[in-house]
T-cell receptor, first 115, second 112 residues
């Protein structure tokens, strides 16, 4: 069964460094998402992406964040200058079309630790 | 406001007992989707079920069942004959526009 994959599974970085989290959505999916889960808390929406542009972003997704689909398979989340409070699990998700019947399928997550 | 409330923060039951996880939602939309996700200790989010607002039929899948009641804005999840492998955090969620709004989750401990 096709799956969303994410790399790396765990990333440790120093505060102020840039990180890029990578996702490979399911191959025929057209809509892509990033969510964040701070340890012990609920999962929060960050951004949605379709047709090579951001569809919607939350207030969390400030200028430090950017997303890109550099080729036909990868979908990346970049944090330009990491802060301690960026430490969280980051989930990528994708779905097929814009229809209401679609389900977002989540990847296994990347745990980001900022020291 | 669009909101999902899971009032039970943590539940512990002994294996083979039945357990119900509560979920109450708020939405102004007339058409909406509700979800349950499981997050085992390994951390991934596992999709369990999607329910649309115009289908109030309850659903059963093996030991799992879901009770959707529009009148009380609830979408409760019952595990029958619980097993240790059911230990996880369970999230109820609501789809709003193109994003999913999650509740805070219920941590379920199944004790052997």
């Amino acid at each position: 069964e096709p799956e969303v994959t994410q790399t790396p599974s765990h990333q440790v970085t120093q505060m102020g460094q840039e990180v890029i989290l990578r996702c490979v959505p399911i191959s025929n999916h057209l809509y892509f998402y990033w969510y964040r889960q701070i340890l012990g808390q609920k999962v929060e929406f960050l951004v949605s992406f379709y047709n090579n542009e951001i569809s919607e972003k939350s207030e969390i997704f400030d200028d430090q964040f950017s997303v890109e689909r550099p080729d036909g398979s990868n979908f990346t989340l970049k944090i330009r200058s990491t802060k301690l409070e960026d430490s969280a699990m980051y989930f990528c998700a994708s779905r097929v079309t814009g229809g209401w019947t679609d389900t977002q399928y989540f990847g296994p997550g990347t745990r980001l630790t900022v020291l | 406001a669009q909101k999902v409330t899971q009032a039970q923060t943590e539940i512990s039951v002994v294996e083979k007992e039945d357990v119900t996880l509560d979920c109450v939602y708020e939405t102004r939309d007339t058409t909406y989707y509700l979800f349950w996700y499981k997050q085992p200790p390994s951390g991934e989010l596992v999709f369990l079920i999607r329910r649309n607002s115009f289908d109030e039929q309850n659903e059963i899948s093996g030991r799992y069942s879901w009770n959707f009641q529009k009148s009380t804005s609830s979408f409760n999840f019952t595990i029958t004959a619980s097993q240790v492998v059911d230990s996880a955090v369970y999230f109820c969620a609501l789809r709003r526009d193109d994003k999913i709004i999650f509740g805070k989750g219920t941590r379920l401990h199944i004790l052997p």
